[in-house]
């Protein structure tokens, strides 16, 4: 893989919309996602497969699965749809629709042939921890401890059907309830545990914005020298202060390749009050593109979709990128 390549993770679908009062249609979801699946992200964060009375908006990620599964999306090269289990209940959901449609998507055991036309979706599960007590209690009532076994059988039964897995830890640069007081030798330390127990990737969450460039150094040279390599980072930013981009470039710089985004610059965390939505795709996109960054996504297809999904919604479109690229 060359240098200058960078993976894209579009959650817009899930971390984007999960958040919003008003139900979406499946229908609305569905075409958000098909559609980002053709720009040429590698993968779309489709749902969620959590309490229903906790985040209503998640409630048909069933529904979202097996369309996946069911309907051959027309992708341009192999795309993986992520979703979220938060204990073995979750998994077990997802898992279900999973046997019932077992052959039409590929796994870590059975990978892509590569002589298909249409690629097989492969899918993958996320779990996620926070990196202080109080959000851990807020977002997955149990403490960081109980929260890492619930995960290491999450983990374990994924591996077990072939899924790959990713782990988030959430409120790694600043938290709504303990506010700078996050400590990176913590965040290295969650991190550890979970790729003892089998993750593939750990995302870490910038949940509230705080983040700043110094204090995202910080944290990954603490993370470095707790011997977690950059391959298994993927960082997370939301952009509520607006240092999201100066963030990624601190990143980049640490090595790490893989970022999370959400086209529009949707979304927000329903247990972090007033923090505003993930960096925009759009952005994201053009910022890469501007340092000789390759991200392999269509930056006009994304700006169409960040705008008409934002007009979907009813909310203002806040892409500044996705706004110049159309002119609006
Ligand atoms: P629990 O321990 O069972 O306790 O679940 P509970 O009191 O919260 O459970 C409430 C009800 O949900 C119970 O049903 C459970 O059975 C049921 P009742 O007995 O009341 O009828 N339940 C479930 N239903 C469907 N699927 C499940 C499931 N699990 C329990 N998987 C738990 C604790 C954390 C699982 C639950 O509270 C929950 O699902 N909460 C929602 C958490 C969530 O979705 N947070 C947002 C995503 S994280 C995020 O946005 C951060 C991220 O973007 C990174 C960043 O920016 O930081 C990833
Ligand atoms: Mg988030």
New binding site residues.
């Given amino acids: 893989v060359p240098d200058n390549r960078v993976k894209l993770i579009e959650?817009g679908p899930?971390?984007g919309l999960?958040n919003e009062k008003k139900t979406i249609p499946l229908q609305t979801k569905i075409e958000l996602i098909e559609r980002l699946a053709k720009t040429g992200v590698s993968t779309v964060e489709a749902g969620?497969?959590?309490?229903?009375?906790?985040?209503p908006q998640?409630a048909n990620s069933s529904d979202i699965l097996e369309h996946i599964l069911q309907q051959k999306i027309q992708t341009p090269g192999p795309v993986s749809y992520s979703f979220?289990?938060?204990?073995t209940?979750?998994?077990e959901?997802a898992a279900a629709i999973l046997k019932q449609n077992q052959g039409t998507f590929t796994t870590q055991l059975e990978p892509p042939t590569g002589v298909e036309l249409t690629p097989k979706p492969s899918i993958e599960v996320?779990v996620?921890a926070?990196a202080t007590e109080s959000f851990s209690q807020k977002?997955?009532?149990?403490d960081i401890q109980t929260s890492l076994e619930r995960f290491k059988a999450v983990i374990q039964d994924a591996k077990g059907l072939g899924l790959r897995v990713r782990a988030?830890?959430?409120?790694?640069l600043g938290c709504p309830f303990e506010g700078f007081n996050v400590e990176p030798h913590k965040v290295a330390e969650i991190a550890a545990d979970l790729l003892e127990s089998g993750a593939d990737e750990i995302?870490l969450?910038?949940?509230t914005g705080m983040g700043t460039a110094p204090r995202t150094s910080m944290l990954l040279k603490s993370l470095a020298s707790a011997g977690i390599r950059t391959e298994d980072i993927a960082m997370?930013f939301?952009d509520t202060y607006g240092q999201a981009l100066v963030n990624t470039a601190v990143s980049l710089e640490h090595g790490v390749r893989t970022f999370?985004s959400s086209v529009g610059g949707l979304?927000g965390?329903?247990?972090?009050p007033g923090?505003t939505g993930?960096v925009a795709t759009e952005n994201m996109i053009y910022f890469m593109e501007t340092l000789g960054m390759d991200t392999g996504v269509d930056l006009d297809a994304m700006a169409d979709i960040g705008a008409w999904i934002t007009g979907e919604l009813g909310r203002a479109n806040d892409s500044t990128v996705g706004k110049a690229v159309l002119g609006a």
Avoid at 168 to 172: D, G, L
Avoid at 269 to 272: A, G, L, R
């Fill in positions: 959650v899930r971390d999960q969620s497969f959590v309490s229903p009375k906790w985040v998640m979220l289990a938060p204990n209940k979750g998994l959901n996320a996620f926070a977002n997955l009532n149990c988030y830890i959430s409120v790694v995302s969450g910038d949940t997370h939301h999370d979304g965390c329903p247990y972090s923090a993930n």
